[in-house]
């Protein structure tokens, strides 16, 4: 309950069934009427020491409480403040003067209970209306109070005992993000009025931090609303590292971090033969590149591409590759006489012609002067001087040489004279 509070309404916590422990802050100087009355489960209450008056039935049918501390500034106890109290192990009063009671304040209670008072007043206490009904009645100076406090002095319960007794701590009490790991001095054995004082350890959390494939990179170990420390980012083929999936800069809890990435692109360049770029590309990793259309080069034939296109993993020049065309022949060949003159044109697979006959010249063969096999082939006739030789160069259609066969051998007849090939005048 937080200070300030002065008063407290009738019945503000009237047979609350939630209720374990309350503290009355020392503000409080009226703790009302029936405030606590019927609250089963209340074991530990502390009241404010400023109260001078505990209303009527305050406590009645509180069975569960356990100890009582009457303030010493209480004058008056009203009715049945304490009736039905079955469980009291004891009860402290601190007034000097014994309180003025109403009617079975202490009704239903055991009045063997110890009831602790000053120690010089114990026999005015014996003889003041209902509280001489107790059997054992104690000095104060023989009980000690224990306080028990959460870690930020708050005061968590307190009770007095007899001295060499064990103090009854109240409920392990809570510390978001934090473990209650006990108290820091023992109890057990209570000989002076000690503070206990409730100890934690920080709550650790284990951070996982996974690869794509959930393969696990790094586990860190972490305190409570603390940064976890990440990995190198991660590697994966064909793709780049963007984030991680999570924060963990502000950890409160277990945690698994996952690596994303995205896919990478690359580059296609298709080239012709000379460089140019046909076209440019943007590929997604793995994937295959879209070629352009078949280039066209002249006198070529476009075969395909260079490079791995069907499936792209980095930046790829694509080459267009080309194979020569087959030549186209002109397969017309002429021959030539001596002084240029076409002796013949026919086709290459032919039988060489009759060279002509010259007077003074004898026939060596034909030997090639132009041999461009797109524009056809020319054949020259080649003659040696020879101013022995009996043949003379004549003009008269009769003595036009022709081609015989004889003897399995081809002989000119030129007018009454029979020649080799060669231009030897066969005797």
């Not at 950890?251 to 076209?279: E, M």
């Not at 075969?303 to 080309?322: C, L, M, P, T």
């Amino acid at each position: 309950m937080n200070n300030g509070i002065e008063r407290l309404g009738k019945g503000v916590f009237y047979q609350c069934l939630a209720l374990d422990t309350i503290v009355l802050p020392n503000s409080v100087v009226d703790a009302g009427t029936y405030t606590f009355y019927g609250c089963k489960v209340l074991k530990h209450l502390v009241l404010s020491n400023q109260l001078t008056a505990i209303g009527e039935n305050l406590c009645n049918g509180c069975a569960a409480l356990e100890t009582i501390i009457i303030p010493a500034t209480v004058q008056t106890i009203g009715q049945k403040a304490f009736y039905d109290c079955k469980k009291l192990k004891f009860i402290t009063c601190e007034a000097q003067t014994p309180p003025a009671c109403g009617t079975t304040i202490f009704g239903n209670v055991d009045k063997s209970t110890p009831l602790y008072v000053p120690a010089a007043k114990i026999n005015d206490y014996k003889a003041a209306d209902q509280w001489k009904d107790f059997l054992d009645i104690r000095p104060i100076g023989d009980i000690y109070r224990v306080t028990f406090v959460d870690w930020d002095g708050t005061e968590l319960y307190a009770e007095y005992v007899d001295g060499g007794n064990a103090a009854t701590a109240p409920a392990d009490p809570t510390r978001t993000g934090y473990s209650f790991i006990g108290w820091d001095k023992a109890f057990d054995n209570v000989t002076e009025y000690m503070t206990v004082t409730a100890q934690y350890k920080i709550n650790r959390f284990e951070v996982q931090f996974l690869n794509w494939n959930d393969t696990v990179l790094k586990i860190d170990s972490v305190d409570w609303h603390s940064a976890a420390v990440a990995p190198e980012n991660p590697t994966r083929e064909g793709y780049s590292f963007t984030s991680w999936n999570k924060k963990f800069d502000d950890i409160t809890a277990n945690l698994v971090v996952k690596a994303q990435f995205t896919i990478n692109y690359y580059d296609v360049f298709f080239l012709d033969y000379d460089g140019s770029i046909l076209k440019q590309q943007s590929v997604k990793y793995n994937t295959k590149a879209t070629a352009p259309t078949s280039p066209k080069r002249e006198g070529y034939t476009f075969k395909g591409w260079s490079g791995e296109i069907a499936k792209v993993v980095d930046r790829v020049f694509a080459v267009a590759q080309y194979e020569p065309n087959a030549p186209t022949y002109n397969n017309t060949i002429t021959y030539k006489d001596k002084d240029g003159g076409i002796v013949g044109s026919e086709g290459v697979n032919i039988t060489l012609p009759i060279a002509p006959i010259y007077a003074g010249y004898t026939f060596i063969g034909w030997m090639t002067v132009e041999g461009d096999p797109a524009e056809g082939i020319t054949i020259q006739a080649v003659y040696k001087d020879d101013s022995a030789t009996s043949m003379e160069q004549t003009n008269d259609p009769s003595q036009a040489p022709h081609k015989i066969l004889r003897d399995e051998n081809v002989y000119i007849i030129r007018g009454d004279h029979t020649y080799t090939l060669t231009g030897a005048e066969v005797k």
